[in-house]
């Protein structure tokens, strides 16, 4: 299984702010995903972090307002941009199962310890 | 549009059998998968179902139906400790759409 460390754990920022996070895995992986959870809510998937290619975003979230950067295969950041209270939430980021045999664990992610972002 | 929608909350005791279902509404699919999460930890998986049946792993098991877009999760011989909040998730090609979320209270 992998290992995922996520910086900062919490952070409390002001409106029109910017706030990058931190996503570090213990392996290579191919796909890296960053998805939002307001607490007592579902995850709603952000956007997916391939390695040497822009990140592909889900309806509803854009580039601008999510840069994400995916500079190695065990390294990506998510920035929250000109923040306001609607971005308090907690940001985690994922990857996906080992492989065996050449072909990924399917339905199988492994989950980062979430950063909890509260803007004031 | 995608949907999952599972009861919002279910409640049981120790010893006893709950099953938390899951209907689901997708562009594409793949298999279903379930995820448990306590309060104020990460999710983490337990199980995936790609074809139709019963996947069994320990105290817990998965169903899916294809044809009628519904899965299931039992868990048995409950436990304080199974507490938490459950996810379903459509695994569409490389990447999980999640559910509503269940949160389950075990009581002594």
């Known amino acids: 299984s992998a290992v995922i460390s996520q910086k900062p754990s919490r952070d409390i920022c002001q409106r029109g702010t910017s706030l990058t996070i931190q996503c570090q895995v213990d392996?290579?992986?191919?796909?890296m995903f960053w998805y939002r959870q307001q607490p007592g809510q579902s995850l709603t998937l952000i956007a997916t972090?391939?390695?040497?290619?822009?990140?592909?975003?889900e309806s509803g979230f854009v580039i601008d307002k999510f840069p994400i950067s995916r500079p190695n295969l065990t390294f990506s950041t998510l920035t929250v941009s000109n923040m306001s209270p609607e971005d308090s939430s907690i940001y985690l980021c994922?990857?996906?199962?080992?492989?065996?045999?050449?072909?990924?664990?399917?339905?199988?992610?492994?989950f980062g310890p979430g950063t909890r972002l509260t803007v004031t | 549009g995608q949907s999952l929608e599972q009861p919002s909350e279910v409640t049981a005791v120790e010893g006893a059998i709950v099953q938390i279902n899951c209907t689901y509404q997708?562009?594409?699919?793949?298999?279903l998968s379930w995820y448990q999460q306590h309060d104020g930890g990460a999710p983490t998986f337990l199980s995936y179902?790609?074809?139709?049946g019963l996947e069994e792993t320990g105290r817990f098991s998965s169903f899916l139906s294809r044809s009628d877009s519904y899965g299931y999760l039992l868990l048995q011989e409950l436990q304080m400790k199974d507490s938490a909040s459950y996810f379903c998730?459509?695994?569409?090609?490389?990447?999980?759409?999640f559910g509503t979320g269940t949160r389950l209270q075990v009581f002594p």
């Open positions: 994922s990857v996906g199962g080992p492989r065996t045999s050449g072909s990924a664990i399917q339905g199988e992610q492994y």
């Open positions: 392996s290579q992986v191919t796909m």
């Open positions: 972090a391939n390695q040497g290619s822009e990140a592909t975003y």
């Open positions: 997708t562009s594409g699919f793949y298999g």
């Open positions: 179902n790609a074809l139709d």
């Open positions: 998730a459509v695994n569409n090609t490389d990447k999980l759409i």
